[in-house]
């Protein structure tokens, strides 16, 4: 239908006659979208008796979504996003009526869009169509095809920053030790006391090892008893530097940033979804035909 430079870089205007949009409870099916347009039919012949104009809309298609504006001041009333849209369709007997269902950005509910397009519904359909293709390539170019690679990416960048922490924590720990040892050392029993003679040391001041020990069970370190080992019975367990198993394909949803994360999902989603185009009949009593 269109150039892909036309979608990618620009987008395609079109003029149409809004009916409105009503909620539906599938994001695809001809049913229900027949359903959805009769239903806007009869409110819109309602509002011609009582004298009121069908409002216009320009449409502009392009590979960013489906934009609705106010044709004079070009005020923005709907941005409905391609991997949003799941079902688009337009009437076979009718060229004038055309639909899309798109799934809204707040409420997460599904809503079917109806227009009167002058004749011109079928090709509405078909560049909505060519432009939803286009950005689902543009997806996966970009990288869309490595959600879970950048999730396991990030997951790993976090977990990096969380090692250092502890190691820092640790350096920490480990320079107080040395100091309570240095103030040990330098401090002397009071006079008159009998010092229990210490076994020899080696040059960094360590107990030689001996597979047969007559010491106490408790084991020593320069006199002092180490600190005791609390139980960890229900933590997960740690290797010898205090730290929890890595698992690179174990990865939260704190692990990465949400706001990005959960965008690439979504638009993953609903481009795994895919678009229906249908061409079907919505015209189907005289109610509709004099709508």
Not at 206 to 226: C, E, Y
Not at 261 to 276: A, I
């Amino acid at each position: 239908m269109h150039t892909p430079e036309a979608l990618s870089k620009h987008y395609i205007p079109y003029n149409a006659k809004f009916l409105g949009s009503t909620e539906v409870e599938q994001p695809k099916g001809t049913e229900v979208v027949r359903d959805a347009v009769r239903k806007l039919k009869f409110a819109r012949h309602i509002k011609k008796s009582e004298g009121q104009k069908i409002p216009k809309v320009e449409l502009q298609i392009s590979i960013y979504g489906v934009k609705i504006l106010e044709p004079k001041t070009k005020e923005v009333q709907h941005n409905c996003q391609l991997h949003r849209i799941s079902f688009c369709a337009d009437d076979k007997t009718d060229k004038r009526i055309f639909t899309f269902i798109c799934k809204d950005s707040e409420s997460n509910k599904h809503l079917c869009y109806v227009f009167d397009s002058e004749k011109c519904a079928e090709e509405i359909t078909l560049t909505i169509g060519q432009a939803f293709d286009l950005a689902y390539r543009k997806f996966l170019e970009s990288g869309g095809k490595d959600v879970e690679t950048r999730k396991q990416i990030a997951g790993l960048q976090k977990r990096i920053q969380d090692l250092e922490t502890e190691n820092t924590e640790l350096k920490n720990k480990v320079q107080d030790l040395e100091n309570q040892l240095r103030i040990t050392q330098i401090s002397t029993p009071p006079a008159g006391s009998v010092t229990a003679k210490s076994p020899s040391t080696d040059i960094f001041d360590m107990i030689p090892f001996s597979p047969v020990s007559h010491q106490s069970s408790v084991p020593t370190h320069n006199g002092m008893q180490p600190p005791p080992v609390p139980s960890r019975s229900n933590e997960i367990k740690r290797d010898l530097f205090g730290a929890e198993p890595f698992d690179p394909f174990n990865c939260g949803a704190g692990d990465f940033p949400p706001d990005i994360q959960s965008k690439l999902d979504e638009m993953q989603e609903g481009f795994k979804m895919g678009l229906t185009l249908e061409g079907t009949v919505f015209c189907l009593d005289p109610l509709d035909s004099r709508c």
